[in-house]
């Protein structure tokens, strides 16, 4: 079982739509979840990060945490074709602030 | 604003060759890491570093090596490149915490290819 796992995508939208991406992990004891961007050729990017179970909203965007469930997602309210990108979930160990990347959902919004 | 910057965009090396991939910070960063990106297997972890002159590996070391002489300098160290070492390279850097994860600034990413 891979520690971290994604929606294997790709996802696709219509332009203002709610898009849902999903995230899994394995170690229970995981206590930071981060959500980044990557658009196609440049690298990733922080869009938002959890530590607490509920919900955590920035403007278009929340994420859930349920840690009893071990299960965390990233809403994208109102899609703009400009969202389309691969978002990267990431989980953070307690050790030297390591982080555990999964391998991404591709996103499109269509216009 | 913040920046990690590696030494190179695009290489293209032969097989059997020694490669070196610097990355650079100016955040006084404590961590700093080496990361592959391959497609449908996502970011995968190669070496870390908590502190000048140690590293520790991560979860795909083999044929890698590294080198931290100083904290702002992370060096990634292919002793004898492979064509399944062709792969996007990405250094990362992070701030000491109090034990959770941080935010990773990421570098603009080495495309190197074997050949």
């Known amino acids: 079982q891979k520690e971290v796992e994604q929606n294997s995508g790709p996802l696709s939208v219509p332009e203002g739509a709610i898009a849902s991406l999903n995230c899994t992990y394995s170690?229970?004891?995981?206590?930071?979840f981060f959500w980044y961007r990557q658009y196609s050729g440049k690298s990733p990017e922080l869009i938002m990060f959890i530590y607490s179970n509920g919900d955590k909203e920035d403007g278009r965007f929340t994420a859930q945490l349920n840690k009893a469930s071990q299960y965390v997602s990233l809403l994208i309210r109102d899609s703009q074709p400009s969202d389309s990108a691969t978002y990267l979930c990431?989980?953070?160990?307690?050790?030297?602030?390591?982080?555990?990347f999964g391998p991404g959902t591709s996103l499109s919004v269509i216009p | 604003d913040v920046k990690v910057t590696q030494s190179s965009r695009y290489l293209v090396k032969r097989t059997g060759e020694k490669v070196f991939l610097e990355c650079v910070q100016d955040?006084?960063?404590?961590?700093m890491f080496w990361y592959r990106q391959d497609p449908g297997l996502g970011l995968r972890l190669i070496y870390f570093?908590?502190?000048?002159?140690?590293?520790e590996k991560g979860d795909i070391p083999e044929g890698y090596s590294v080198s931290r002489e100083k904290k702002e300098r992370f060096s990634l160290i292919l002793e004898s490149a492979s064509t399944n070492q062709t792969s996007m390279y990405l250094c990362?850097?992070?701030?000491?915490?109090?034990?959770?994860?941080?935010?990773?600034?990421f570098g603009q990413g080495t495309r190197l290819t074997v050949v």
């Open positions: 570093s908590y502190d000048v002159k140690m590293k």
């Open positions: 990362a850097s992070t701030s000491g915490g109090a034990g959770l994860g941080t935010e990773a600034f």
């Open positions: 990431a989980v953070g160990k307690t050790s030297y602030d390591k982080v555990i």
């Open positions: 170690d229970r004891g995981s206590q930071s």
């Open positions: 955040m006084d960063h404590e961590n």
